[in-house]
């Protein structure tokens, strides 16, 4: 799947509120090193420069689109390229941060436990982000008109799906031998948006990307149209006329011991 970078920014304000949450939440004051796994577009690479300015600050994608924006946009920083799902740092880094990509990594929590033991300096900070909002109308959406539709075909076997994350206890089990302290918390994102459309607009970004992508180009407008008319159903205008994005996040913080 190409992502867009122009379609991802289109909410950039809304979506780089969560990855400065989660910066708040590092306990480190002077890192050495600082990569940003799933930099994308470079919104939350600029956060974290701006953090620690006397930081070797770099970035890794897996997505040539995303590091050619944030090569532009951090012409000074490195980015490279890379797969999460096997990657690690050239050398131990004092803070590994994701925001918002760890939903899309399999085995996610085999891969943490490698990154905090092989990527980690002791010490060293993993911070992750991850939506946890597949049981929202929102993405529930993305599958009934999947399977509802004449395009129904087109998602056997699962496709388009993305799992659930792990509860909270799994990573809490899972990272919990390797850190000396972790923090763990939910937060839910209230965003209110122009209208139905918009909703639409900022899921193409992200999560509907699987479900357009399995479909057939010619199926793309219809789907959409039933899924817009779907996502006005289940989010009603405001008093003001817009409609109210409700949107819950999963964070965690794990100091390396």
Same mark, same amino acid.
């Given at each position: =799947?190409?992502? !867009?970078?122009? *379609? ?16 708040? *939440? ?10 940003? =796994? $799933?930099?994308?577009? &470079?919104? /939350?690479?600029?956060?974290? %420069?701006?953090?620690?300015? @006397?930081?070797?600050?770099? $970035?890794?994608? !897996? ?16 980015? !490279?390229? $890379? ?19 760890? *939903?899309?990594?399999?085995? *996610? ?13 002791? $010490?060293?900070?993993?911070?992750? @982000? =991850? ?10 959406? =993305? ?8 395009? %129904? @075909?087109?998602? /056997? ?9 792990? /509860? ?10 390797? !850190? /000396? ?23 193409? &970004? ?7 992508? %399995? ?43």
């Amino acid at each position: =799947m190409a992502w !867009s970078p122009a *379609q991802y920014l289109k909410f950039e304000d809304e979506r780089t509120r969560p990855a400065r949450d989660l910066l708040a *939440q590092v306990p480190l004051d002077d890192p050495a090193l600082a990569i940003d =796994m $799933g930099c994308g577009p &470079g919104n /939350s690479t600029e956060l974290i %420069a701006a953090r620690f300015p @006397q930081a070797r600050v770099a $970035g890794m994608d !897996s997505d040539e689109n995303m590091l050619a924006a944030a090569r532009t946009r951090l012409p000074r920083l490195t980015f !490279s390229h $890379g797969d999460l799902a096997t990657w690690l740092p050239a050398e131990p880094a004092d803070l590994l941060y994701a925001n918002a990509v760890f *939903q899309w990594v399999p085995d *996610q929590i085999a891969v943490l436990q490698r990154l905090m033991r092989d990527g980690l300096k002791p $010490g060293g900070v993993l911070a992750i @982000q =991850m939506p946890d909002n597949l049981t929202e109308p929102t993405h529930r959406l =993305m599958e009934e008109v999947a399977l509802a539709g004449p395009w %129904a @075909q087109r998602f /056997s076997g699962g496709k388009g799906r993305r799992p659930l994350l792990p /509860s909270p206890a799994e990573y809490l089990n899972a990272l919990r031998p390797l !850190s /000396s302290r972790i923090d763990l918390w939910h937060t839910t994102y209230y965003h209110p948006l122009k209208d139905a459309a918009a909703i639409v607009e900022w899921v193409k &970004g992200t999560g509907l990307r699987p479900w357009l992508d %399995a479909l057939e180009e010619k199926d793309r407008p219809a789907y959409l149209e039933t899924y817009t008319e779907a996502v006005r159903n289940a989010y009603p205008p405001l008093d003001d006329g817009r409609v109210l994005l409700r949107f819950p996040r999963l964070f965690v913080v794990a100091t390396r011991a």
